[in-house]
């Protein structure tokens, strides 16, 4: 497949016609950038639109900035699977996509969009998720949608129209998509839900899930569709997720929804509206249902009416958001049934609720109060000593200050507690008993300043402990975590102890489950493994604070680290030796440092055989003299980010062992020089990232440029972003190197291929209007030569007597024919029938006519000949016919005869028409119409009579010596 690139080189735009394939990855591109599907290229690149990518769709392409649709994506590879586009065009033209017929994702972001043409999607029979945003505005702004517009995505299975209106869309719009399980049509700008659902298409059966949020619906009626069509109730019937959140509705009419019988989950949000309208709607079973208020405006339904709505459809799940409900007690709660399983009140205030009211239904196994403003969570208090079968329960973002002991106790079955970001400082004495089925804890962003030894006490199924956020400074007893066996992820707050922690002595063994840790540090506290078992499974470690310090360099738990992130700028050391070394299995590696108060002997890193992921932050290369020394002996590394990393150059040595490096990311925010050649070493790079690098606008970089238009392997990306620094002013990399760097090879390029072109055009031209003239002037030339060289030769060789033969023979040699006769071998009878007779014949004087096929040269050149022939004869006579004219070689000896007249004014150039031509058909022969117009020439006479008066003349203006031109007026124009 070919495509048509501008393609920047120093001081020249170049147009290529590039095919694109596998290998041609190199090109620089101005809009998009491509990446291949890479867990390094995933975790160290992402995604720079938020489109969210769906793994295992690569690769990758990204456009931004792009006008032009057409033009702007044949930037991007045929064979990209997943397409995200930040443009401002306004139309979608027919088979805008159609060159990247692999395409299964496309994402579109425009807010200048206003039509989408028929066949805009063609070309993609493997399209499976298509998501089109036009605008951000609630009421949705048109789009002009062609019939035809999603003909042929006869795979997709998931389409989202975000901020469009619809009110105009052709009736048969979605008919095409046959396999669409999914459909969002969100900020359409609807006033009624019918308009939404009369869009939909009958052939659509595989429709399960239609989302309609913030599209301005504020009534629900049991309408129809244009023309009393009723609704796709067929269709309508299959739906099980229904979501119509964002809008205001005010009004539900009578069975408006009993089309909907056994929905999954539907989300609705209302105002001011009595829930007895859903009870009459008419819908069946709901297992999820989803109530909020519209943009804080005012919907207080009553807990005894939203019971009666559980029971009546089914609800297992029940989520209310916004919603400001008054009367939460068990005698309330007993009227929701026993079915409700799931709870979920969000952003009301609950102060002052009850919290026995779940003993009015104790079926409840989950229950979610966030941003409710609880104070405490006494609930098995409230309880009276009855058991709850709660399996989670998250209190996020509420005002508990504490947890006091056995709060919990009545819930012997929960796995799941969250009380993050909560104000809890303290936790009592058995504050965590009787959960032996815990598994997740969250109290991060707390205030815990302590850990006591009974404060997990009875938590022996604990997997997941988070106390991220926590400021300890209280201290941590021995032991804390030793009934933690199966512990598998554990974070520690800041720990703010002036001491030395010891790992084993937390645990009093270790947990041989653990697979990530993390631990932030103070200031003051030095990290100590001691004597563990070695972990089952590979770890991730994290470390933060401003000082890592460990006296255990060597111990079983650094082995087991495949992963290890130390941030912050932390001093990362072991008896002042980086103790990077001492994992000696790490895969990935993250590592921020703070040169400013730290000198980090970093280069160890080279020792790290194994790693394969290596990510530095603000180290400081330039306090070493060889910055190369960190990166030897990493033959194993695929990914490597460089932030701030103070390099004032790269150079290749720093990457001559990367033989396996494929994702290089780069970052800085001081000019950074790249050397000539730097990237060579690097044999299996295949994407460099410019996340953000300030070059310097200086002509040496342009090799850089040259590197990424030639290369066949790396796709370079962002770097139609990057800066350069220009007299104190930061300018745009590409354009900037375009207007300045014109360097001696490119300019010599450049004016050789101008001479090139000019020098193609003259030939071209000449060509055309002097390739005769120069052919004649060329054997005129060389046969004057070969007679002067011939006559010095003979001088010199017969001595005196050469001034005796050529004065008797110059003037017969120079002159040797009266005429030569320029005829069409058509003409030849006449010639040699008619004129040669009578003039060489009858008559006085008797003339010497040159004939080619008699007195031509045998052996020499055509062309010689007929040169030579002419310019030893007085005159020329032209014979013309149309036969005359179609001829090559009678046009060839028009020219010389013309050239010949217009350098020597004592020759005649005379023209007999032996038949009669046409001044129309005259004018295709510029030359031989011009003499036409102005010179005398003989018609060949049809009447006997009048034959011996043409040849008297012919013969008279053969024979006479001056180059007068004819006296007598023409016979025929």
Known sequence: MTFVFWVWRPGVSVLLL??????????IRRHCDCYEEDMYVQKDIGGFIQCSLKPGLGPYAECTEITDLRSGLEEVFPDVRSLCILHSSSSLPADSFSHIPLLEHLYLDGSHLAKVTSGAFAGLPKLRFLHILVSSSWGGVNVTLEPGVFQGLSSLEELTLAGMSLALAPAALLDPLVRVRSLRVDRAGARD???????????????ETLELPDSMVSSIQNGGCSGSNPWPTVLLSRIRILDLSGNPVRRVEPKSLSVFQNLSSLSLSMVDVWVGQLWGSGMGRVNKLYLSSYALRQFTPSLSDLCTLVVKHGVESLDLRLALITAFTAEVMKRCGPGLRQLSVTSQDLSGMDLGFWTGTGQIQG???VLTKLTNASFCSAGGGRVWNLTSLILHENHLTEITT?????????????LSENHISSLAHRALQGMPLLRVLDLTHNKISMLGEDDFEGLPALEVLLLEGNKISGGIAHGVFRRQHRLQDLSLGEIDIIYQLYLNMLFLGFPTKLQHLLIDTGPGTYLTVGHVPAPEFPMLLELRGKMIQSSDCENNMFPMVRELKVGDGTKFDCNNIFLAPYFLNLESFEFSANPEKFATPYTTINQLRKLKRLKLTNLNFSNHTDPSVTFRNLTELRSLVLINCRLNFLTRSMFTDLVSLRVLRLYSESPLILLEGVFIPLLSLSTLVFDQVDFRCDCSNGWLLDWADNSRKTQVVLLQRQQCIWHYQRLNFLSTMERLCQTEDDFLSYVSTTAAVCTLLCLALGYRFLRWPCVVLFFRLRGWVERRVGRRWWRRRMGGQWEELIEGEEGEEEVRYDAFVSFSSGDEAWVLGEMAPMLEEEGEPRLRLCLHHRDFEVGKGIVDNIAENIYCSRRTVCVLTRR????????????????????EHSHRLILIFLEHISP?????FHRLAKLARTRTYLDWPQDEDERVTFW???????????ADELHDPPEAS
């Open 406 to 418: 056995d709060q919990f106790s009545c819930m012997p079955l929960l796995e799941r507690l969250d």
């Open 367 to 369: 229950l979610m109060m």
């Open 952 to 962: 008297e003349r012919l013969r008279r203006n053969i024979a006479e010596r001056d």
């Open 884 to 903: 005359y004219l179609r001829s090559d070689w009678c046009g060839l000896e028009m020219r010389v005869a013309t050239h010949r007249l217009l350098s």
């Open 920 to 924: 129309f058909e005259l004018s295709a």
């Open 18 to 27: 590039l095919c694109v394939c596998d290998g041609a990855e190199g090109v």
């Open 193 to 207: 839900l019918g308009e939404l659902f009369c869009l939909l298409s009958p052939g659509m059966e595989k429709l």
